[in-house]
């Protein structure tokens, strides 16, 4: 099974940009439907982006035309490049993958990153 790695540089002041990477360890990440997560404490984990195969990609409305989400198959690289930050961007981040994109609409995922904290201020 896949084993997914997340990193980025964590704190940057509103109206930045920041890319976050999350490197797939084990199997492609080609193979899988990606997406990226975030979780404010005290809230539910909210769907960031989606990328299934065939390049179709989706956003949640509140990061519509400001995220990006885009993989390096030759790296296994799965990417989140954010612009125009806002502090209601602060929350840990996750990189998730599954063989299917339906249980992202859950929230769920079969496979997981650990998790990096991004900090708009």
């Known amino acids: 099974h896949v084993q997914l790695v997340e990193s980025g540089v964590g704190s940057v002041q509103a109206g930045g940009s920041l890319r976050l990477s999350c490197v797939g360890f084990k199997y492609p990440t080609r193979r899988y439907c990606m997406a990226w997560f975030r979780q404010v404490p005290g809230k539910e984990r909210e769907g960031v982006a989606i990328s299934v195969s065939g390049g179709v990609t989706n956003y949640t409305d509140s990061v519509q035309g400001r995220f990006t989400i885009s993989q390096d198959s030759a790296k296994n690289i799965l990417y989140l490049q954010m612009h125009s930050l806002k502090p209601e961007d602060t929350a840990m981040y996750y990189c998730?993958?599954?063989?299917?994109?339906?249980?992202?609409?859950?929230?769920?995922?079969?496979?997981w990153g650990q998790g990096t904290q991004v900090t708009v201020s």
């Open positions: 998730a993958a599954d063989r299917s994109y339906l249980p992202f609409s859950r929230g769920r995922a079969g496979y």
